[in-house]
């Protein structure tokens, strides 16, 4: 699909606006501006006040300040290093402009005495006498209408100046076209919504604080605009996947049942529920693009592995995949007696696997003698080939991103997905990251687990934690120790993983203490997993690699060391850790005092609740979605405009919106679907455009 002919002049090199040279156009690359349309969608933050005023006189100093003035004498710098000086007079009050660096010459020009001008900027009083450095605007009075009275403020970077981007703003938005509707009409009506020339227009025209809020109707329904794209671009990947022929994959329940025989326990009405949304998904002949979502403990392995027997029982082959190869091993491992409960043989694939033993298993993959594969992205390969894959799990998706879900969709020729993720994602975020999946939650804990008792202990105190420890042990329990860096930060004053080993090895006895980080060599870091899993030691030293999915029943004391700068997600997945087995548990949260204010609130909603949700929706209002679990690896998109905290209302409506256009229109070739396309290059979606392409 190739660019419509009308986007062309916001598409050209940045260079071909006024005002913008080569080396500009370099510099604004880092403001992720490239062409003349992301100027345009570079908004203003903040703005200044520069509405003339009669006098200084008038305005309580420190202010930035529009007067006219009449210039007066210029003073050149007496000796090197000093400023030069020119005294001016408004209606009531005389006072300097000043300068460094500056040269006479240009100064006389911009400023000549006796002539009126109307000079802007922050005005200071040194030893009582106001003085205005470096005025950023020096007009003549008959320019007076040029200066806005309330000037945008943007984002700027190295090169880059205010002057600039209004000036290359003012030329792109000189070649803006009137775009047809892509928004729905009745939906415009409703919200008041400008049209896009119209707001682009206003949002860099505002008049006041109130047309730069994200209740602005420019500003909302360009957030819109991006809300709209990003769900039309989900929508059509649900689309793509979807209409691939999938296969109909129906179990006959004969694995299933021996697992369910061989539980201590019934499964809970949530996974209940979840599996049977599952294998509706299954037995129909669209493919599965399904998230599972639930928090720590709430089940989702056992639920995986039934819709895992269900591609068996169908005579087909399933693979599990965790993002990393410690995480991989362990799946594996909580697998292995509900495998065998079934009788079903189950394989572990890493990148660890090599020579012959790879090679054997490939052939058992590719003949279908492993029907159920649990692996790293090491499944991923070429070389990787499966008899009859019906479907995949994904587990953590948040460590993978929404391309490696299309990847994956490319692997089996028709496999269903299912994602497993343990962070429980507000509701907003969840359509902006997860918008392409139909949804099942485990929102019903299993019965009896006991409550982990949660405490907030000042470093200081390190002394009777580690007492306290010492008497643990001595029961026979077992305790995570996290420290947040592994190594003596000059800059941070981070605890290190290793200087918190040797100082616990030195208190509870050599061999009672493990330690893993991410530095250390795989095998190293298995080995102190399989130790501590095993029982021969006793506290396992760790950075937050055992954040995710580690599961050893028998630990129950979880420290968590400068809990304080820990984001609330990880400190409930890290709390997860416990709380596993029949014995209570405790977690200990050490801070640094003293704690910030936010420091305190964050620690406070930790202590009084365990419920992942809640942590959720309190992590995104205290934070922002833009911050939330690590943008990068959320697989979270960006958004320059919309606020997903604050218009998480929208995000919704955009959904719903999106999808029912594509339903109507799905190859949007009507007027409106036509419309929608130029959004869609307008807010690079290269994906949907792909899509779109490929048909
Ligand atoms: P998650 O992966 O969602 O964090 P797990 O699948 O690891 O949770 O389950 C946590 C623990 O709960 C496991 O020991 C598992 O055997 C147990 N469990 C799972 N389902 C139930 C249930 N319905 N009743 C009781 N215990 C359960
Ligand atoms: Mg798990």
């Given at each position: 699909?190739?660019?419509?002919?009308?986007?062309f002049?916001?598409?050209?090199?940045?260079?071909?606006?006024?005002?913008?040279?080569?080396?500009?156009?370099?510099?604004?690359?880092?403001?992720?501006?490239?062409?003349?349309?992301?100027?345009?969608?570079?908004?203003?933050?903040?703005?200044?006040?520069?509405?003339?005023?009669?006098?200084?006189?008038?305005?309580?100093?420190?202010?930035?300040?529009?007067?006219?003035?009449?210039?007066?004498?210029?003073?050149?710098?007496?000796?090197?290093?000093?400023?030069?000086?020119?005294?001016?007079?408004?209606?009531?009050?005389?006072f300097?402009?000043?300068?460094?660096?500056?040269?006479?010459?240009?100064?006389?020009?911009?400023?000549?005495?006796?002539?009126?001008?109307?000079?802007?900027g922050k005005?200071?009083?040194?030893?009582?006498?106001a003085?205005?450095?470096?005025?950023?605007?020096?007009?003549?009075?008959?320019?007076?209408?040029s200066?806005?009275?309330?000037?945008?403020?943007?984002?700027?970077?190295?090169?880059?100046?205010?002057?600039?981007?209004?000036?290359?703003?003012?030329?792109?938005?000189?070649?803006?076209?009137?775009?047809?509707?892509?928004?729905?009409?009745?939906?415009?009506?409703?919200?008041?919504?400008?049209?896009?020339?119209?707001?682009?227009q206003?949002?860099?025209?505002?008049?006041?604080?109130?047309?730069?809020?994200?209740?602005?109707?420019?500003?909302?329904?360009?957030?819109?605009?991006?809300?709209?794209?990003?769900?039309?671009?989900?929508?059509?990947?649900?689309?793509?996947?979807?209409?691939?022929?999938?296969?109909?994959?129906?179990?006959?329940?004969?694995?299933?049942?021996?697992?369910?025989?061989?539980?201590?326990?019934?499964?809970?009405?949530?996974?209940?529920?979840?599996?049977?949304?599952i294998?509706?998904?299954?037995a129909?002949?669209?493919?599965?693009?399904?998230?599972?979502?639930?928090?720590?403990?709430?089940?989702?392995?056992?639920?995986?592995?039934?819709?895992?027997?269900?591609?068996?029982e169908?005579?087909?082959?399933?693979?599990?995949?965790?993002?990393?190869?410690?995480?991989?091993?362990?799946?594996?491992?909580?697998?292995?007696?509900?495998?065998?409960?079934?009788?079903?043989?189950?394989?572990?694939?890493?990148?660890?696997?090599?020579?012959?033993?790879?090679?054997?298993?490939?052939?058992?993959?590719?003949?279908?003698r492993?029907?159920?594969l649990?692996?790293?992205?090491?499944?991923?390969?070429?070389?990787?080939?499966?008899?009859?894959?019906?479907?995949?799990?994904?587990?953590?998706?948040?460590?993978?991103?929404?391309?490696?879900?299309?990847?994956?969709?490319?692997?089996?020729?028709?496999?269903?997905?299912?994602?497993?993720?343990?962070?429980?994602?507000?509701?907003?975020?969840?359509?902006?990251?997860?918008?392409?999946?139909?949804?099942?939650?485990?929102?019903?804990?299993?019965?009896?687990?006991?409550?982990?008792?949660?405490?907030?202990?000042?470093?200081?105190?390190?002394?009777?934690?580690?007492?306290?420890?010492?008497?643990?042990?001595?029961?026979?329990?077992?305790?995570?120790?996290?420290?947040?860096?592994?190594?003596?930060?000059?800059?941070?004053?981070?605890?290190?993983?290793?200087?918190?080993?040797?100082?616990?090895?030195?208190?509870?006895?050599?061999?009672?203490?493990?330690?893993?980080?991410?530095?250390?060599?795989?095998?190293?870091?298995?080995?102190?997993?399989?130790?501590?899993?095993?029982?021969?030691?006793?506290?396992?030293?760790?950075?937050?690699?055992?954040?995710?999915?580690?599961?050893?029943?028998?630990?129950?004391?979880?420290?968590?060391?400068?809990?304080?700068?820990?984001?609330?997600a990880?400190?409930?997945?890290?709390?997860?850790r416990?709380?596993?087995?029949?014995?209570?548990?405790?977690?200990?949260?050490?801070?640094?005092?003293?704690?910030?204010?936010?420091?305190?609130?964050?620690?406070?909603?930790?202590?009084?609740?365990?419920?992942?949700?809640?942590i959720?929706?309190?992590?995104?209002s205290?934070?922002g979605?833009?911050?939330?679990?690590?943008?990068?690896?959320?697989?979270?998109?960006?958004?320059?405009?919309?606020?997903?905290?604050?218009?998480?209302?929208l995000?919704?409506?955009?959904?719903?919106?999106?999808?029912?256009?594509?339903?109507?229109?799905?190859?949007?070739?009507?007027?409106?679907?036509?419309?929608?396309?130029?959004?869609?290059?307008?807010?690079?979606?290269?994906?949907?455009?792909?899509?779109?392409?490929?048909?």
């Amino acid at each position: 699909m190739s660019r419509p002919e009308l986007l062309f002049p916001l598409f050209s090199e940045l260079e071909t606006l006024a005002g913008v040279g080569p080396k500009a156009a370099k510099n604004f690359a880092a403001l992720g501006v490239l062409r003349p349309k992301d100027l345009l969608f570079l908004l203003p933050h903040s703005g200044v006040d520069r509405s003339i005023k009669a006098s200084l006189r008038d305005v309580a100093l420190p202010a930035t300040v529009t007067v006219e003035v009449e210039v007066g004498g210029h003073f050149p710098p007496a000796s090197r290093g000093r400023p030069y000086r020119v005294m001016v007079r408004d209606a009531k009050l005389e006072f300097i402009l000043v300068f460094f660096h500056a040269k006479g010459e240009y100064l006389q020009t911009l400023l000549p005495t006796g002539q009126r001008r109307i000079v802007s900027g922050k005005v200071e009083l040194f030893d009582g006498v106001a003085q205005m450095a470096h005025p950023d605007h020096v007009l003549r009075p008959e320019e007076a209408a040029s200066l806005p009275s309330f000037e945008p403020v943007y984002p700027l970077t190295a090169g880059i100046t205010q002057k600039l981007v209004a000036k290359g703003i003012a030329s792109a938005l000189d070649r803006t076209p009137d775009f047809p509707e892509w928004i729905d009409p009745p939906l415009m009506d409703r919200q008041l919504w400008p049209t896009w020339r119209a707001a682009v227009q206003a949002a860099h025209a505002p008049k006041g604080p109130l047309d730069i809020a994200h209740t602005a109707l420019a500003r909302q329904r360009l957030a819109y605009d991006e809300l709209f794209a990003h769900q039309l671009t989900l929508s059509l990947a649900r689309a793509t996947l979807r209409r691939g022929k999938g296969q109909v994959t129906t179990g006959n329940g004969v694995l299933q049942r021996r697992v369910l025989a061989g539980l201590p326990f019934p499964l809970t009405g949530a996974q209940t529920r979840s599996v049977a949304e599952i294998a509706a998904d299954m037995a129909a002949p669209q493919r599965m693009n399904r998230l599972l979502q639930g928090d720590v403990g709430s089940g989702k392995t056992l639920v995986a592995f039934m819709a895992l027997l269900i591609a068996v029982e169908a005579g087909g082959q399933g693979v599990m995949m965790a993002p990393t190869e410690l995480l991989a091993r362990q799946h594996f491992e909580s697998l292995a007696p509900l495998a065998w409960a079934a009788d079903v043989r189950l394989e572990l694939l890493t990148g660890r696997d090599k020579g012959s033993e790879r090679q054997m298993k490939l052939e058992d993959l590719a003949t279908g003698r492993i029907p159920v594969l649990v692996g790293t992205h090491a499944v991923f390969q070429k070389d990787v080939e499966f008899h009859d894959l019906r479907l995949a799990v994904v587990d953590e998706q948040h460590r993978f991103g929404v391309e490696q879900r299309m990847e994956l969709g490319a692997k089996g020729q028709a496999a269903d997905v299912l994602v497993m993720t343990a962070t429980p994602i507000p509701r907003s975020l969840a359509l902006a990251s997860f918008g392409d999946m139909d949804v099942s939650v485990l929102d019903e804990k299993p019965p009896g687990r006991k409550p982990i008792r949660t405490a907030l202990i000042a470093s200081s105190r390190m002394d009777e934690v580690v007492a306290r420890l010492q008497r643990a042990v001595a029961e026979g329990r077992q305790a995570y120790w996290v420290c947040p860096l592994v190594e003596e930060s000059e800059v941070l004053d981070y605890a290190s993983a290793e200087a918190r080993f040797a100082a616990l090895r030195a208190s509870l006895g050599e061999g009672v203490v493990g330690l893993v980080h991410g530095q250390l060599p795989p095998a190293e870091k298995d080995a102190a997993m399989a130790r501590f899993a095993a029982g021969v030691t006793k506290v396992l030293v760790a950075t937050t690699v055992i954040e995710v999915g580690v599961n050893v029943p028998n630990a129950t004391i979880m420290v968590v060391e400068r809990a304080e700068i820990f984001g609330l997600a990880q400190l409930h997945q890290l709390r997860g850790r416990v709380g596993r087995g029949d014995a209570a548990s405790t977690c200990l949260l050490m801070y640094q005092a003293p704690l910030s204010e936010s420091g305190q609130r964050r620690l406070q909603v930790i202590r009084d609740t365990e419920d992942g949700f809640r942590i959720a929706e309190e992590d995104l209002s205290m934070r922002g979605a833009g911050d939330l679990i690590g943008t990068a690896q959320s697989g979270l998109p960006r958004f320059r405009i919309a606020d997903l905290e604050r218009q998480s209302a929208l995000m919704a409506v955009a959904q719903s919106d999106a999808r029912k256009l594509l339903n109507d229109d799905p190859t949007l070739e009507t007027p409106r679907g036509k419309a929608a396309r130029l959004l869609l290059w307008l807010l690079d979606q290269d994906r949907a455009i792909r899509l779109l392409s490929v048909g």
